[in-house]
T-cell receptor
Framework: DAGITQSPRHKVTETGTPVTLRCHQTENHRYMYWYRQDPGHGLRLIHYSYGVKDTDKGEVSDGYSVSRSKTEDFLLTLESATSSQTSVYFC???????????????FGEGSWLTVV | TQLLEQSPQFLSIQEGENLTVYCNSSSVFSSLQWYRQEPGEGPVLLVTVVTGGEVKKLKRLTFQFGDARKDSSLHITAAQPGDTGLYLCAGATDSWGKLQFGAGTQVVVTP
């Protein structure tokens, strides 16, 4: 258990509605990430955060926004959900920069989102 | 465009056989990681390799990082049904360390 809680775990929503996914960590790690996982694509980075109020875009950020007002919470918002955003969303955390292999990234259990 | 290409996409073998999964790219990585993911769960880190040519062993799993740090392989000896899962490789490509993932290799080991 890496101390990561994602909510909701499952959600069905209608096209055009706003949706917010929450990631909560108890490890006080600096870095937090949101990925989506789709068949044939592996995991793709949506947004990431390197501190409170410090966020940046990943490779598939269009249609998503994030906020981090506290170290422990990282929110992912779909302003107006579309069917192409049906996916499994994973939150992840790491204490340190991953580039030198000094740290481990831990993933949450995922949030299954279906947009109909 | 997939930065990391994993092969094969699917592998089904009998218990006791060996298998190798490959992760290839034209990019150089500062570090590369292998994960295993089971249905309904998030990926779990197996190993991180950092140095070109590095070989790491984790029980029956052997991980190798290419000399040029562009590719890696995962070899499982005497596979067991518990090795069944989706194996993902991921590389860190920039100074910040954001990970790029391969599409994954689904491994099924039957008794």
């Amino acid at each position: 258990d890496a101390g990561i809680t994602q909510s909701p775990r499952h959600k069905v929503t209608e096209t055009g509605t706003p949706v917010t996914l929450r990631c909560h960590q108890t490890e006080n790690h600096r870095y937090m990430y949101w990925y989506r996982q789709d068949p044939g694509h592996g995991l793709r980075l949506i947004h990431y955060s390197y501190g409170v109020k410090d966020t940046d875009k990943g490779e598939v950020s269009d249609g998503y926004s994030v906020s981090r007002s506290k170290t422990e919470d990282f929110l992912l918002t779909l302003e107006s959900a579309t069917s192409s955003q049906t996916s499994v969303y994973f939150c992840a955390i790491s204490e340190d920069n991953l580039s030198l292999g000094r740290d481990t990234i831990y993933f949450g259990e995922g949030s299954w989102l279906t947009v109909v | 465009t997939q930065l990391l290409e994993q092969s094969p996409q699917f592998l089904s073998i009998q218990e006791g056989e060996n298998l190798t999964v490959y992760c290839n790219s034209s990019s150089v990585f500062s570090s590369l990681q292998w994960y295993r993911q089971e249905p309904g769960e998030g990926p779990v880190l197996l190993v991180t390799v950092v140095t070109g040519g590095e070989v790491k062993k984790l029980k029956r799993l052997t991980f190798q990082f290419g000399d040029a740090r562009k590719d890696s392989s995962l070899h499982i000896t005497a596979a067991q049904p518990g090795d069944t899962g989706l194996y993902l490789c991921a590389g860190a490509t920039d100074s910040w360390g954001k990970l790029q993932f391969g599409a994954g290799t689904q491994v099924v080991v039957t008794p």
